[in-house]
């Protein structure tokens, strides 16, 4: 609402600090003045643009707040709330058993194909909250909040306006709404967009050589996370190389390879290699979608977020180089990923921080970035020109009402109760695990092997790390899971395997039913189909019981892995199934 009416100008890779709003020595106002005391240019006042921006910030900080009340609601939930968080749990057990986190692909394990931050820092916090999924959401949850905190200091920082700041972090926290309430479960995604933004803000800022490492630091710890991250990490460190701090790229650009090579060689000796195929391999091998290529722009970005690139339209003129390479390879990252098979709604996170950076920066009133990094003579004439007018006021203001406009759609139409699980949810998993502990043995439940772990029974792979293995063209992984799941069916190494389909597991041999029958009665039969449930990515949970050939009762199975005792509990429909998977 307020500012000052002097407004300081922000160079692009400038390499000094930002200045502050500017003050003036005005004369003395007579005889009674004579120490000439410093007094603001002009009265603050009050006018459209900055209560455009206010409003934008307004409905920024709802939806910050109408994430945060949903993430904390669901938080302590007991059960995956995403298809693949169980995996996450299973990873985060393995580090904490000391066993190694990559390995051969196995009927036993197969990890999801990310790098091991996100895992062992999870780990360090189960070791002090214990083994659950609470440590894992409540690191998602601090990350993504980390991240809303950056961008909007990034873009308070660029424009001089607080507002501008809260409605760009208000913006990201409004994607929630429209990917499967992501930002707060137990997977990867959350930590690599705070690592990323808060890589961009190092890199923009840096201004001696603790902070050239600190970039680099910043940097590999997102590529760390997710080896979608280096592709930021050489859009930035080449833009800061060719720059006038290009001095301090040096020391940046050491920091960054260091740490990625030596823990890519650490890792790939301890694990025989398995790390490098799951990390930088696997999804090579993964087949393109080619309807993909153009459903990213059609179908998840501009209509998602269309109003918003109107936005950053307008403003694209103020955009820092070294921010405007960052949000690129942002978008890079995400579309690389989605056009490939498995790709999902996830891997549209950074797209969606890169959007709503650079919406928050055409907020503000400010000329440069792009043209001041290489300004000529004739470039300078015209930043002139646009300082000198009342336009640039107005094309702010306008960006921030189609930032108001953009809120406005993606708030419309999220019901938080969908997106939070009931007691009744927290009740049918219950009994799953009871009955699970009650009957005993190696049970394969492959769409959620967090249940084994809950059971205290000896997890198996989880069947959507399997198929990113499965689909892979490559024989060495598809081979070793195979070997694995046809010596474990031969020897009749489960009692029980649970499955959401009723065809045979992914992966498991053709002969499976000669081994294997499975019972014509399904699990929880007076359970309606809503409940237990995932509430973010694909629905599903466990309906169909295959037993050892000439082994025990399948209704008395059946019934000891229900959890007979208990009642089934009463509830209605009320959540419709969500999205795809991630990746």
Known sequence: MLSVSNPVTHRADHAGPAATPALELLPESGPGDPAGRLRVASRR??????????????????????????ALLRLTYPFPLEYLESNSLVEVQRILSGRPLYAAPAVGYVPDGYPPLYFATSAAAATVLGLSYLPLRLLSLVSS???FAVLGRLVQRETASAAAGIAAAGLLAATYFVTD?????????????ALSVAALYAARWMRRSCGAVA??????????????????GVAVLTVLG??????LAWPAALTYGAVLGISTLALGLASHGWYVYYVFVLMTEHTLKYAAFGQF?????????????????????RIPLVLFAGCVALVIESYATLVHSGGAVNDLLPAYLALAL????????????????CADRLARARIANWRAGKVRHWVAAAAAALVIAQLAVLVNGFHPGRAIPTGADRTVGSRLTSGMRALGGAIAVPSDPGLELQAGLPAVAHQGATDDVLRASGPAGTASFRSSAARAVAARRFSAIVTENAGPPDGFPRDLMRYYRRCPQTLLPGVPAALFQAVAGPPGRPVYVWLPVGGASCAATVRVLGGSAAAAPAAQPRRPGGSGGGT
């Open 297 to 317: 722009w059609t179908v998840h970005l501009l209509p998602v977020l269309g109003i918003a690139c109107c936005a950053l339209v307008l403003g694209a003129r």
């Open 242 to 247: 060719f720059g006038p701090r290009r001095r």
């Open 145 to 147: 909040l980390a991240c």
């Open 181 to 193: 309430t992501w930002f707060d479960v137990a997977r990867v995604d959350s930590l690599f967009i």
């Open 358 to 373: 650079l919406a928050g920066l055409a907020m503000g009133d400010h000329p440069g970035g792009l043209v001041s990094f």
């Open 215 to 232: 970039t680099g630091l910043l940097l590999a710890a997102a590529s760390l996370t997710k080896q979608n991250g280096l592709a930021e």
């Open 45 to 70: 006042r009050w006018d459209l643009p900055r209560a455009v921006r206010l409003a934008a910030a307004l409905l920024g900080l709802a939806a910050i707040a109408t994430y945060l009340v949903t």
